[in-house]
């Protein structure tokens, strides 16, 4: 079968009530699909790689509580999945996975709005995280820690996966907090 395109394109533009019709509507398709592709690949990045970097700290914990769990390629956990089978080893990532949750909600807009945002109601939420709260706080002394919704998500990254990564290793700075923890419980 030979189809003839230009008779195809005249049609169309028969169709569609004639040229001018069809190229607004088709300047107005274009302006839909362009809001779409240009976002702020700066933000879009920032929240991929924090994701990314939580998720990987994730998988190692998950890991490294269970030295005989297999492939977990083969596996093909999601991140929410990963995140259910470590949150009950301690309270601190029962803790810990509150603000883990809100990044994953955040990474899931943006896969599915195309909108790279972090409202300040995700920005409490992450700040919800008390001992995060309390050790950028006072890491930032005598300033203030930034109030930006995108640093707070990236701080948050960072803490997690330094927590996480003490967590999954017994001779690390996790026991140092666990020992914090279990003195001041003790003492009140």
């Known amino acids: 079968?030979?189809?003839?395109?230009?008779?195809?394109v005249k049609r169309v533009i028969e169709l569609s009530g004639g040229k001018q019709k069809l190229n607004d509507e088709?300047?107005?398709?274009l302006a839909r699909i362009n809001d779409k592709w240009d976002q702020d690949v700066g933000a879009i990045g920032r929240i991929l790689r924090a994701h990314l970097f939580v998720e990987y700290f994730v998988?190692?914990?998950?890991?490294?509580?269970?030295?005989?769990?297999?492939?977990?390629?083969?596996?093909?956990?999601?991140?929410?999945?990963?995140?259910?089978l470590i949150e009950d080893y301690?309270?601190?990532?029962?803790?810990?996975?509150v603000g883990i949750?809100?990044?994953?909600k955040i990474r899931n807009q943006l896969a599915h709005n195309l909108?790279?945002?972090v409202t300040d109601k995700d920005k409490e939420s992450l700040l919800s995280v008390k001992t995060f709260r309390a050790l950028r706080e006072a890491l930032a002394k005598p300033d203030t820690?930034?109030?930006?919704?995108?640093?707070?998500?990236?701080?948050?990254?960072?803490?997690?996966?330094?927590?996480?990564?003490?967590?999954?290793?017994p001779d690390s700075l996790a026991n140092r907090f666990q020992q914090a923890l279990r003195e001041y419980e003790k003492r009140t």
């Not at 949750?101 to 994953?104: A, D, G, H, V």
Request: net charge negative; glycine share 2%.
């Open 145 to 169: 820690p930034s109030d930006s919704s995108m640093d707070v998500l990236e701080d948050f990254a960072k803490h997690v996966g330094s927590r996480l990564e003490s967590l999954a290793d």
């Open 26 to 29: 088709m300047d107005q398709n």
């Open 59 to 84: 998988t190692e914990c998950l890991v490294a509580f269970n030295p005989a769990l297999g492939d977990l390629e083969k596996a093909r956990l999601t991140f929410s999945q990963k995140l259910a």
């Open 90 to 97: 301690s309270p601190e990532i029962q803790e810990l996975a």
């Open 115 to 117: 909108e790279a945002k």
């Open 101 to 104: 949750r809100r990044l994953n």
């Open 1 to 8: 079968m030979n189809i003839d395109h230009t008779q195809i």
